[in-house]
């Protein structure tokens, strides 16, 4: 039955892969319909331009229509860059005398007209050129009340655990798709968004990332590498429970700052569940803190947390601008965190204490050995090399996702080509698949409210609220972007902030950088305050409940969510009487 489940889940996951490709080739240029007949000795007139939002911003799948005198000769949709393209012909000297109408419309957004006289198009022997950029404003419609509540009711079926939460985020990605596809067809205004537009909202890159990740650790796990690096690390800890998790939050959050913390969850989640078996204690008391660490530490770089890269990206800023400006406010928060573990789960630390410690070190090393040295040597080089690429991904323009596909692929051809594991096994326990089906759901969930407008609104209300205050903009933009990554996905969220931070910086005097910086802190930090707040929280405890370790969305967010308040508390002091730049 479980093998029946998991190639169920398999084949979803890849009909959903297969679809990509279709549609990222639907989003190169605007759709058209058929081109208009050409006419004998006629003028030929190209009508182009941009739809754009309130925000600058572009919006795909805008209809535009192209009227003369009234009738309509063209019919376009824009691409995923909001540019629509008209060519068409009129009869000789005909739209000298003509008024050309540009109309363009989307549901979630007003319709606007634009009306331009024949005589006033730039010309050129028999062509006629006009070209127009048009803003539609947003308007808060049926589909954005439904998109809202749907989502809403989706989170809250996750939170208080009514349904598994992969169910919960397919149920409510449906129900959205359901909606537009019936109701959007007999009335546009109930139209969320396209089937196009929820595929094209799965960050991919994600998905691949963790899945090739998951083969990797899946492989080397084969090897007793993680039981092995569990003796190593309580050898170093000499029976100290709570030094040991000092131990591993720091290295965690080191690395998280040059890998991704995703990345660096899944190659220690292993080794921590280890360790606590070995003493006897609930593993969730340490997978809670490396995560909460590997969140924080992902903030210190351009490259540990994808906000930070988009951030960066649009805003010009370097890898040392971060580290410059990040990496001593992240120091002082994992200080925060380990005094704040102490706090929090000190008896459980207590609790695990071994009375004859050398013994039991003596133990550890008799139970926890390296079973396949020849795997582990061929894992670790795949690693590096897939580290390697990690860490210069920028350098080469490409994606972090196709390294760790290219190692898991060169890792999995030697593992099956020497006969060290079990292929159908590899794929059936190893690779998370509900966990990966949960990200594809709530990507289009996210995608869908991004559509109707919820990410613009909260911009714009934080655009009208700051009124100028560079006080008043950094506290709104840190505390809404903590507060909204702690429930939605990080990533279109910051998109949708980053034409509204970079206004408020050139606006504000003084402000210089340190918006950005308010930015990135609120989206990063944020993500620690639930179980979906970020992908490392969810694949963490993922992978522990495939191991028998459950925790509920509620339990979670009582430890996480008052130390997530208490980091940005941290972060917003320091940002209000520094103002790195």
């Not at 809404?480 to 998109?495: E, R």
Request: charged fraction near 15%; include cysteine.
């Amino acid at each position: 039955m479980r093998c029946l489940q998991n190639s169920i889940v398999f084949s979803i996951v890849l009909a959903v892969c297969f679809m990509l490709p279709g549609v990222a080739n639907a989003g190169h240029g605007a759709k058209s319909g058929p081109p208009a007949a050409a006419i004998a000795g006629g003028d030929t007139i190209s009508v182009s331009g941009l739809i754009l939002d309130n925000h600058k911003e572009p919006i795909d799948e805008a209809e535009v229509e192209i009227l003369v005198n009234g009738k309509k000769v063209d019919h376009v949709v824009t691409a995923h860059n909001g540019k629509y393209v008209s060519r068409f012909q009129l009869p000789k000297d005909e739209i000298l005398s003509s008024t050309v109408e540009i109309k363009a419309r989307k549901t979630s957004f007003e319709h606007r007209v634009f009306k331009v006289e024949g005589s006033e198009l730039a010309r050129k022997g028999d062509h006629y050129y006009l070209s127009e950029d048009i803003t539609l404003p947003r308007v808060l419609g049926p589909a954005f009340w439904i998109s809202t509540v749907v989502f809403v009711l989706a989170y809250a079926l996750i939170a208080f655990e009514l349904l598994h939460r992969t169910i919960a985020a397919m149920v409510g990605a449906s129900l959205m798709m359901i909606i537009s596809y019936t109701i959007g067809t007999i009335n546009p205004e109930y139209h969320i968004f396209s089937y196009e537009k929820a595929i094209s909202s799965i960050d991919m890159n994600v998905i691949f990332l963790l899945m090739g990740m998951m083969i990797i650790v899946g492989i080397l796990k084969h090897t007793g590498v993680f039981q092995w690096c569990a003796y190593i690390a309580y050898k170093l800890a000499r029976g100290h429970v709570f030094l040991l998790s000092v131990y591993l939050m720091v290295f965690t959050a080191i690395s998280s700052a040059f890998l991704d913390n995703v990345t660096t969850m899944l190659l220690l989640t292993g080794v921590a569940i280890e360790i606590c078996v070995s003493l006897s204690i609930n593993p969730l008391v340490l997978l809670i803190p490396l995560v909460l660490a590997s969140n924080v530490g992902g903030t210190a770089t351009l490259i540990g947390d994808p906000p930070n890269i988009m951030i960066g990206s649009y805003a010009g800023l370097t890898f040392m601008d971060f580290v410059v400006a990040l990496s001593l406010i992240c120091g002082v928060s994992m200080l925060a965190l380990i005094i704040f573990s102490k706090l929090v789960w000190g008896k459980a630390y207590a609790a695990a204490k071994v009375e004859n410690i050398p013994e039991y070190i003596r133990e550890l090393k008799e139970k926890y050995q390296i079973t396949d040295s020849t795997l582990l040597a061929y894992g670790l080089a795949v690693l590096a090399f897939a580290v390697f690429l990690f860490l210069s991904h920028g350098y080469w323009h490409m994606e972090v996702s196709i390294a760790a596909l290219m190692g898991a692929s060169i890792l999995l051809t030697i593992a099956i080509l020497t006969d060290k594991i079990n292929l159908l096994e590899l794929i059936e326990k190893d690779i998370e698949w509900p966990t990966l089906m949960f990200f594809i759901f709530l990507f289009i969930i996210v995608g869908a409210v991004e559509s109707s407008g919820l990410l613009a609104v909260i911009a714009d209300w934080i655009l009208h609220l700051s009124k100028g205050n560079f006080v008043a903009a950094c506290s709104l933009i840190i505390w809404v972007a903590a507060i909204m990554s702690a429930f939605v996905d990080n990533i279109p969220f910051t998109a949708t902030m980053l034409p509204i931070v970079a206004y408020l910086s050139m606006v504000i005097p003084g402000s210089e950088n340190t918006l950005w910086w308010a930015l990135a802190l609120g989206a990063c930090f944020g993500g620690n305050g639930t179980l979906i707040g970020a992908s490392a929280n969810v694949v963490t405890m993922g992978i522990a409940e495939a191991r028998g370790y459950h925790i509920s969305f509620i339990g979670f967010m009582k430890t996480a969510f008052p130390y997530m308040i208490i980091s940005v508390l941290i972060a917003h002091a320091w940002l209000l009487i520094f103002r790195p730049g």
